[in-house]
């Protein structure tokens, strides 16, 4: 699995250059970049269905933020590096650290013990619902429910944003 | 960066073409999500963008033509309500999101009882949702920044 790792090298790498970045487009196509490791290692773990959902929304996204970053100057503020946050920040991921490997070291293998549920899932998937794809099978029949928060929870959020950036609102904020 | 006039004259002739295909790659992604991967949310995404590859080229009236803003807002709430209809159907034979039509046989296109009708809504929903947060976060704000420059 050493591909895996580059990936996730090149992803951490990526998300470096875009927060340290000064120019917003260049920031915004390092982001892209991390999307698009992330659909890479979706990939390499044998998981299309996300590899395909994962790529066209990060296409959706790169697409929407250079379209809003383009032609804008943000006023460039930089922090002063000080040597006693750096120290904090180092020794705060030296800990997280520490306890993420502790931690990390008693997760079982990668898909080793199928859980009972998903052993079921997988026996019964296509007898009993008809689809071949078990994702599909999962995420719309037997899991239907989580699917119908999933759609509310995209509702809510057009309807935030149409809300929140709505024409009429604006015009009168512009006071001519 | 006018409103009305879009991009040069080689993206509108090549959008001319590549649109259709990607709309037509969408709807396959949409009708084969339960035999391949996909389904409808990443049906639902590639028809959003093919109508943002639109409205990137030839402007934002030239896909409003086609897709009226009335028409998005109703799409939007249909999805949804079609998809809690189905489930709510499910009543009918026991319990909800029952899968309660035939199923048919498997590795066909029409199989799997309400797992497609399921895709189409969220299709549906899923694409107008999208296309409008779009229109919403990257078209109108273009104004204040005519008046900035």
């Known amino acids: ?176 | 960066m006018k409103e009305t006039s879009g991009m040069s004259l080689i993206v509108k002739r090549v959008t001319r073409i590549s649109v259709s295909l990607i709309f037509l790659y969408g709807v396959y992604i949409l009708l084969h999500g339960h035999i391949t991967p996909g389904g409808g949310f990443a049906g639902g995404v590639i028809i959003a963008l093919s109508f943002i590859h639109l409205v990137l080229a030839f402007g934002r009236e030239a896909a409003f033509k086609r897709l009226s803003h009335e028409f998005i807002s109703l799409a939007e709430s249909a999805g949804g309500l079609m998809f809690l209809i189905i489930a709510v159907l499910g009543f009918s034979g026991g319990f909800f999101f029952l899968n309660f039509l035939r199923h048919g046989t498997p590795f066909e296109l029409f199989s799997s009882g309400t797992i497609i009708l399921c895709n189409i809504a969220i299709f549906i929903k899923v694409g107008a949702g999208l296309f409008a947060i779009f229109i919403a976060l990257a078209m109108l704000r273009i104004p204040i920044e005519q008046e900035k420059g």
């Not at chain 1, 490791?37 to 929304?57: N, R, S, W």
């Not at chain 1, 697409?63 to 180092?90: D, N, Q, W």
């Not at chain 1, 995420?139 to 309807?159: K, P, W």
């Open chain 1, 1 to 176: 699995m050493i591909e895996l790792h580059v990936i996730l090298v090149l992803m951490i790498a990526a998300s470096i250059v875009a927060m340290e970045i000064e120019d917003l487009l260049s920031s915004v196509i390092a982001l892209g970049a991390v999307g698009f490791g992330l659909t890479l290692e979706f990939l390499l773990l044998k998981a299309p269905d996300l590899a395909i959902t994962q790529l066209v929304v990060e296409i959706l996204s790169v697409i929407i933020l250079i379209r809003a970053t383009v032609g804008v100057k943000l006023p460039a503020e930089r922090i002063k590096a000080r040597i006693g946050y750096f120290a904090f920040a180092v020794v705060f991921a030296g800990v997280f650290l520490f306890f993420a490997h502790k931690a990390v070291v008693q997760l079982p293998p990668f898909g080793e013990p199928i859980m009972k549920i998903g052993r079921e899932y997988i026996a019964s998937a296509m007898e009993r619902t008809g689809a071949v794809n078990i994702v599909s099978a999962i995420i719309l029949d037997f899991r239907g429910y989580d699917t119908l928060g999933e759609a509310s929870i995209l509702f809510t959020s057009v309807i935030g944003v149409l809300a929140v950036l709505r024409a009429a609102g604006k015009k009168k904020g512009k006071a001519q």
